[in-house]
């Protein structure tokens, strides 16, 4: 047995930890010990990707590229495969992920089963959304090929599926073109929830990618940074050089409280407001601004973090954000990295998608035991009445009945569950 810890780091959990390397032989290996459950970079905050005192499948020896069209942009490979080695092969040879989340550092595997999100929704959907075909191997032996239109309802149960229906193996993606790794970008600031709207409903027939961070500490006095990109067609700028840092060690305590928010948050939105207006950015600052600072998660300190993500229907979104804001401002518990932004009026391809159309808010809160729980209480109930849902792929403590009301499609989902599988989430939410 050997601790495993998702990205949130709330605790480290003993797990038996079985690492998959020959795509031909997974069957085999679900054959042991059961329950298993899928893991891939642990890039998931909470519990979706532990399964305590049972077995982990390590998927990331899966990691091989099996066939790529250049003239159509499919790509074939193993679910272990990272995001960040596709984009590496892909955009030398002008195409590139669709959609791809804040970070790159995670598997095909992982982005199919929580369904993840960019900051393109309106134009390309989620991950699932782009995905051909896949692979999926079950407890049971059996092997099964599915895709929107091969068995489409394995397809919605598995995209989305928190990876409760088996194990991908292998997957067919459709990429799509770029001129090259270069974004025409503008940032604008701005000084209300109105004005953030204004911006999100004016950005998105011109523009693909948006999002806006958020200070979250000003209560009503709000400000924000707005992004937004398009795939550009400059070519032969000299590519950035590597800043790769990484957090050296875990402080005592959080790096992360009450006494460096507000300065951190202050600095942050000046020196960016000072550089706002259009540019042009390499995708991989645009995207994963984070991804150079290793192990980040370190500086909230021994306890670890929470992430609380949330998506509110756009009719009742400006209220329960500004209530939301509210809250944590009076709670002094705050957020280096507070998003905002709006998903598209499109359905989800998964039955427990995470983004339906409306206005999503993402923020992290070091772990304070009692008095962050409270928060979340406070928080859920704002979800709840607005009739909205949390994300299961940052989640490690929504009450269930949050989970029940916010996934109206649990019930359809459930029949495709593998029953050899489960996961901490899966206990939580779902009974087993
Ligand atoms: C800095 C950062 C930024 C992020 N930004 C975003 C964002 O913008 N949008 C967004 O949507 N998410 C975002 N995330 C969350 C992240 O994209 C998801 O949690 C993602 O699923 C992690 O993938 P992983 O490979 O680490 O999978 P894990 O976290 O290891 O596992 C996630 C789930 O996938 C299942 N799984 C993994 N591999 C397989 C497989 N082969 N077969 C079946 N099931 C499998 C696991 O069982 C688990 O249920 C971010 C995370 C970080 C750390």
């Not at 590229?65 to 590496?88: H, K, P, V, W, Y």
């Amino acid at each position: 047995m050997v601790g495993v810890a998702s990205w949130g780091r709330l605790a480290s959990w003993e797990h038996e930890v079985q690492v998959l390397t020959d795509r031909t032989q997974v069957a085999r290996h679900l054959d042991g010990p059961l329950p298993g459950l899928a893991y891939g970079m642990g890039r998931s905050y909470g519990d979706v990707c532990l399964n305590p005192g049972h077995v982990l499948w390590k998927t990331t020896g899966l990691d091989r590229f099996i066939t790529f069209d250049e003239a159509n942009g499919r790509l074939s490979c193993e679910a272990g495969m990272l995001l960040r080695d596709i984009q590496n092969l892909a955009v030398a040879r002008g195409w590139m992920l669709p959609v791809t989340p804040g970070t790159q550092l995670i598997t095909v595997g992982g982005a199919i089963a929580n369904d993840v999100h960019g900051k393109n929704h309106h134009v390309f959907g989620s991950f699932g959304d782009n995905v051909c075909r896949l692979t999926l191997v079950r407890t049971d032996g059996s092997m099964l090929e599915c895709g929107p239109g091969e068995r489409p309802e394995w397809f919605a149960a598995t995209v989305g599926g928190l990876g409760l229906t088996g194990v991908i193996v292998t997957a067919e993606l459709q990429l799509r073109r770029v001129a090259g790794p270069w974004l025409d970008t503008e940032t604008v600031p701005y000084a209300s929830l109105d004005e953030f709207f204004a911006l999100a409903d004016n950005s998105e027939a011109a523009w693909e990618h948006t999002v806006s961070w958020i200070d979250c500490l000003g209560g009503s006095s709000l400000h924000g940074l707005f992004m937004r990109g398009n795939p550009s067609s400059v070519t032969g700028l000299p590519e950035p050089k590597s800043r790769s840092k990484k957090m050296p060690f875990v402080p005592p305590v959080s790096l992360v409280n009450g006494l460096t928010l507000r300065p951190f948050n202050m600095t942050y939105f000046h020196l960016n407001k000072w550089k706002a207006g259009r540019g042009v950015a390499h995708y991989e600052p645009f995207f994963y601004p984070l991804d150079h600072l290793h192990e980040w998660n370190r500086m909230y300190g021994p306890k670890g973090f929470f992430q609380y993500q949330s998506v509110v229907p756009r009719a009742v979104g400006r209220d329960a954000i500004q209530a939301m804001l509210t809250e944590i401002a009076k709670s002094g518990e705050g957020s280096f990295l507070a998003v905002l932004k709006t998903f598209g009026d499109r359905q989800a391809p998964g039955m427990l998608s995470f983004p339906e159309p409306g206005v999503t808010l993402a923020l992290d809160f070091p772990n304070r035991g009692e008095k962050t729980a409270r928060l979340f209480d406070r928080l859920d109930a704002i979800v709840r009445e607005a009739h909205g849902r949390l994300y299961p792929a940052k989640d490690a403590r929504m009450p269930r009945d949050l989970f029940e009301a916010g996934y109206p499609r649990l019930a359809e989902f459930l029949p495709y569950r593998d029953p050899g599988i489960s996961s901490a989430l899966s206990r939580r939410l779902m009974g087993h």
